[in-house]
């Protein structure tokens, strides 16, 4: 059994996990996440960590260790902190408003697109051009985000367009006359 390059996992306190084969669950503050993992892979739970071992140094035993390892952890801080992805809407008349639980976009479409937000996930808008999706799970926060960058993906010419707060778009120069 190897750990070689891997960190234990520190469980903060008020987290809580239980380990099956092939499953792994975590109670904590913000909710419970419960995902499947690799059954090969050991998984030792004490007091304060969690530690994952591989049987082999083959090379797919190395990357599922790897996998099982980051899953776990997104889970841990998802039951404590959370996640979070920021938007950007740019482009004059472009607007994003909550309409209940839903939010509703204004990106140039002849009608408002409306996105409903999937169990575990909510929307925040701080400005009408800023969006904030929210939850524990990262994978489902994430996917939100890019179902929601897809309605209006920014365009290199004059930069309209959904995109991540931190996103560089690459422009290009229009023809010239």
Not at 15 to 41: C, D, I, K, W
Not at 47 to 72: C, K, M, N, Q
Not at 123 to 147: R, Y
């Amino acid at each position: 059994m190897s750990r070689i390059g891997r960190k234990p996992i520190e469980l903060p306190s008020g987290v809580m996990v239980a380990l099956s084969p092939g499953r792994v669950q975590v109670n904590g503050p913000l909710g419970e996440l419960s995902q499947v993992v690799p059954a090969r892979m050991q998984i030792e739970k004490t007091d304060s960590e969690i530690t994952v071992s591989r049987p082999t140094e083959r090379g797919e035993d190395r990357a599922l260790h790897g996998l099982t390892r980051t899953l776990i952890a997104n889970m841990v801080e998802g039951v404590t902190k959370g996640f979070e992805k920021h938007l950007e809407i740019q482009g004059v008349g472009y607007r994003a408003q909550l309409k209940g639980r839903d939010l509703e976009l204004a990106v140039g479409y002849s009608h408002p697109v409306t996105i409903t937000p999937r169990e575990g996930i909510e929307f925040e808008v701080p400005a009408p051009t800023q969006v904030i999706v929210k939850g524990i799970d990262k994978q489902k926060v994430g996917q939100t985000a890019a179902e929601i960058r897809k309605v209006r993906p920014p365009e290199p010419y004059k930069g309209k367009g959904i995109r991540y707060r931190d996103e560089h778009v690459r422009r290009k120069v229009g023809k010239r006359a």
